[in-house]
């Protein structure tokens, strides 16, 4: 194994930076690449035979660009989409990221969860699947929203985001008519934990939440076991698929999670 190989972290957008965090607390030496599909964002508003073309060729073409020696989906969407055809599509080990759905169970006492991810996760079968086997005994109430992923955007550019924005976002959730029990919210999308200030505030100190960035970052740990790491790595590089110019707050933002190079594809 080339100590230079990247992980490859890849979203629709800047969400998988909650995944990239805490993977670069336990791996601070890895060299990363960060893949935001700006020319597709967003997932969560399109069909599933969308994102299941899109996401393996996309994955086929930046594996064979950068050479990863794993790839993370930092995207809920992606991965219970296209998971399956991504892993099929390539040769390397592929890391995805679901719905903590498990762990959010566990910790609930009053047996009323929720589910908050986009609208395109929330329907998905897998969430289905998830729930019936980690979930039976509780209450689970699904929200999508396409608002709070563009909030989360926004806040990453700098862009100032009120309380009351996110609130409206995910009213519907807040008055589902049994949601006065519910004590845990599974952040079913990479980008919510980038709103984790502002969600608390809409929720309450009685509503937990839980999302899979730190369960990710200890199975890429455990996956890389073992293999060298530079030294000194080369900066992180974020690597857009369509051309724009980024806003200096985004800039900012992710010089602030090691991704000093910004290109595009």
């Known amino acids: 194994m080339d100590a230079d190989r ?5 979203d ?3 969400g998988g930076l909650s995944v990239l965090g805490p993977t670069r607390a336990l791996l601070p030496r890895a060299p990363v690449v960060y893949v935001a599909d ?3 964002y967003p997932y969560g508003t399109k069909s599933e035979a969308e994102i299941a073309a899109r996401v393996p060729a996309l994955l086929g073409r930046l594996a064979e660009r950068h050479a990863p020696r794993l790839v993370v989906i930092a995207c809920n969407t992606a991965s219970t989409i296209a998971l399956d055809g991504v892993r099929a599509a390539l040769d390397l080990p592929v890391v995805g990221t679901v719905p903590a759905i498990k762990p959010a169970a566990l910790a609930s006492r009053s047996r009323v969860i929720g589910v908050l991810g986009t609208e395109a996760t929330v329907r998905q079968p897998y969430v289905d699947r998830l729930s019936a086997r980690h979930a039976a005994d509780c209450t689970v109430i699904r929200h999508g929203s396409a608002a709070l992923v563009r909030l989360a955007e926004a806040k990453l550019a700098g862009e100032p985001v009120s309380a009351a924005e996110v609130a409206a976002a995910v009213a ?8 006065a029990a519910l004590d845990t919210v599974v952040l079913a999308c990479t980008h919510f934990p980038l709103l984790a200030d502002e969600l608390a505030a809409a929720f309450g100190p009685q509503v937990g939440f839980v999302d899979g960035g ?3 970052a200890r199975r890429v740990a455990f996956l890389t076991e073992g293999q060298p790491w530079p030294e000194t790595p080369a900066p ?3 690597l857009f698929t369509q051309s724009f110019l980024p806003p200096a707050g985004l800039a900012a933002s992710l010089a602030r999670f090691g991704l000093e190079q910004i290109a595009t594809l």
């Open 6 to 10: 990247p992980l490859l972290f890849f």
């Open 12 to 14: 629709s957008g800047v």
């Open 38 to 40: 700006n020319g597709g």
């Open 172 to 179: 519907p959730m807040i008055d589902h008519p049994e949601a």
């Open 214 to 216: 730190a369960g990710i």
């Open 236 to 238: 992180g590089i974020a």
